[in-house]
């Protein structure tokens, strides 16, 4: 990743643009929006990920997946972000759209069954939607925390 002449700050998540000749900051990048919500920054012709070049330039590391913390994708200050596994981030996916029981994980299959999921593991079916509900708490509980998140 070269990403030489631009420098971060882990307290604003603010990327800047270092000049060439000299160290005085030219001006903030102009952040693009990536087709999935995350802004990005082009230097030297290529695209870069805001939160993947941040994560670079203060750990010196080139990061597996980067986690927002707090599920803002443009909030790139150092304390939102984790280095995590692909897995450990999918456990941090919002809502679908098209939940239709208001409850991540839980589904009604039929007229009186529902089903509950963690990730792409069926829980179970049940007669009740409190069921499932147990079900998919426990399992949440079990295998991970929530990333600060409510849901």
Not at 45 to 50: P, Q, V
């Amino acid at each position: 990743m070269d990403v030489s002449n631009v420098s971060y700050d882990p307290e604003t998540g603010m990327l800047t643009r270092i000049k060439k000749k000299g160290t005085a900051p030219a001006g903030p990048f102009t952040l693009g929006n990536h087709p999935n919500g995350y802004g990005y920054i082009r230097n030297n012709g290529k695209r870069y990920l805001a939160h993947r070049v941040a994560w670079y330039i203060h750990t010196g590391e080139i990061p597996d997946t980067v986690d927002h913390i707090n599920g803002n994708k443009r909030d790139n200050r150092i304390v939102n972000l984790r280095n995590v596994t692909r897995a450990q981030n999918s456990q941090n996916m919002k809502m679908s759209k098209r939940n239709t029981s208001g409850i991540q994980g839980i589904r009604r299959v039929s007229k009186n069954r529902w089903r509950a999921n963690r990730s792409k593991e069926v829980l179970g079916h049940f007669a009740c939607i409190g069921l499932a509900i147990k079900a998919r708490n426990e399992a949440t509980a079990h295998y991970h925390e929530n990333h600060g998140r409510s849901n």
